[in-house]
């Protein structure tokens, strides 16, 4: 795989990620409703940065044992494979009926600061960004190419990717809320996300080194 096929395809699967709705676009989501755009957009910076601190981590951490072990290939590879088959099938299986967005908006916090910690934590104490990291960046690094670097910049289009769509969410915060308490429309996300992971974890598994 070439360094432009690599983004391409990280570029396709983290796109569909970065559409379908969960713990960020949730707190974004409220915070546009119940404080406004200026709020929400620090949220949203705060939700960027920690998945630039989770893309750093997994970059430098893995970024050195996959260049210096073939071992640490193979057991990464099949742990990640099994999460992201594991991820797909609970998707496809047991999609969500809706997602729910409190219209109550979170507790009010005070200052531009505030917003941007709530933002970073929320997304840096969900365990489930790091693991997914872990088993999805390493599959989209060619063959000849420092591991490091190129998945901190996988991490950086992904971070921009999501101020995209956070602009979408925070301009049109009403339409897009509606749209996606639609039970059709998350039950679609999740099935269509499921069937990309399935795929993912398939290749992930035929990889070699």
């Known amino acids: 795989m070439s360094v432009p096929e690599a983004l391409i395809a990280f570029a396709a699967a983290a796109g569909l990620l970065t559409l379908t709705p969960g713990l960020d676009v949730a707190l974004v989501l409220r915070t546009a409703a119940a404080e406004g755009p200026r709020s929400a957009w620090m949220a949203a910076f705060g939700i960027c940065l920690g998945t630039l601190v989770w893309g750093a981590a997994v970059a430098l951490g893995l ?10 290939f193979e ?12 991820l797909g099938l609970h998707l496809i299986l047991r999609p969500r009926d809706r997602f729910v967005i409190e219209t ?49 910049g996988l991490a ?14 925070i301009g049109g915060t009403r339409r897009v809320a509606g749209l996606l308490k639609r039970s059709g429309m998350v039950r679609w996300l999740d099935r269509l996300t499921g069937g ?14």
């Open 75 to 86: 057991v990464l590879k099949w742990a990640g494979a099994a999460y992201l088959v594991w």
């Open 196 to 209: 990309v992971f399935l795929a993912f974890g398939a290749r992930l598994a035929l990889a070699r080194r």
């Open 156 to 169: 950086c289009l992904h971070v921009a990717m999501g101020l995209a769509w956070f602009a979408v969410l």
């Open 104 to 152: 109550a908006g979170p507790a009010k916090a005070r200052g531009d600061g505030a917003w941007l910690r709530k933002g970073l934590l929320n997304n840096l104490l969900n365990p489930k960004a790091g693991v997914f990291y872990v088993s999805f960046l390493p599959q989209f690094v060619p063959a000849h190419v420092a591991p490091a670097p190129f998945m901190f």
């Open 63 to 72: 970024g050195a044992l996959l260049a210096a072990s073939t071992l640490a």
